[in-house]
């Protein structure tokens, strides 16, 4: 299957469940959110991006040499340290909202975590595409974030440069998992299994940060 076309079915597999229609993303939009419900949502998220390196190194290390491995290769490297390491970027947006350092993950958190750490283990096509139903949605997603901190809650700098970093970054390679799942499979069915099941563990994600 092209690019475009698992791009359309994994966007069709998503269905309502995108990220910036979920009730707590409207209500940071808005600035609606509380402090600490910021925060405690910031001491959640820092478990899915601590994750993230070791979930792109198991993919990587699971396809063979080629276009597939070298972009999953890019893709970690950017996290390790393009233009820093993003966990450190994200510890500064953490920091800014006041979030706990040592928050134990709730049981949506985990759950989340436990699926892209499965899936990258399942093999390269389920990972990837678990990967892309958040990944296509990113730039949009970060970019709504800074200017929502910026606007409502006065955040700027260092507290939104991770935002602000992923907004660029995803806007200009955002079909990174699309091009390369495009190359190692033709059976569109692991794709959508993967990318219903991302997008309901990110909904329920956002379902236990929605305190309201």
Same mark, same amino acid.
């Given at each position: ?26 209500? #940071? ?54 233009? +820093? ?8 947006? +953490? ?80 079909? #990174? ?20 099941? +991302? +997008?309901?563990? #990110? #909904? ?9």
């Amino acid at each position: 299957m092209s690019s475009l076309d698992l791009a359309g079915l994994v966007c069709e597999t998503i269905g309502s469940r995108r990220l910036l229609a979920h009730p707590f993303y409207r209500r #940071w939009e808005e600035g609606r959110l509380r402090k600490d419900e910021l925060a405690a949502y910031a001491g959640q998220y820092r478990h899915v991006e601590a994750a993230l390196p070791d979930v792109l190194s198991t993919i990587a290390t699971g396809l063979p040499e080629g276009r597939p491995r070298s972009l999953t290769e890019e893709n970690l490297a950017d996290e390790l340290g393009r233009p +820093a390491p993003h966990l450190e970027l994200f510890d500064a947006f +953490a920091a800014a909202v006041g979030a706990r350092p040592d928050a134990e993950p709730g049981p949506a958190t985990e759950a989340l975590v436990e699926l892209q750490v499965t899936a990258a283990r399942d093999g390269p096509v389920a990972g990837l595409a678990v990967l892309a139903a958040y990944e296509s949605q990113a730039a949009e997603v970060a970019a709504t974030k800074a200017e929502g901190l910026r606007r409502h809650y006065g955040i700027e700098g260092d507290g939104v440069r991770f935002w602000e970093v992923h907004a660029s970054m995803e806007a200009s390679h955002a079909s #990174w998992s699309f091009d390369a799942l495009s190359e190692i499979t033709e059976d569109p069915e692991p794709v959508i299994a993967a990318a219903d099941a +991302a +997008a309901a563990a #990110w #909904w329920a994600f956002l379902d236990e940060r929605d305190t309201c």
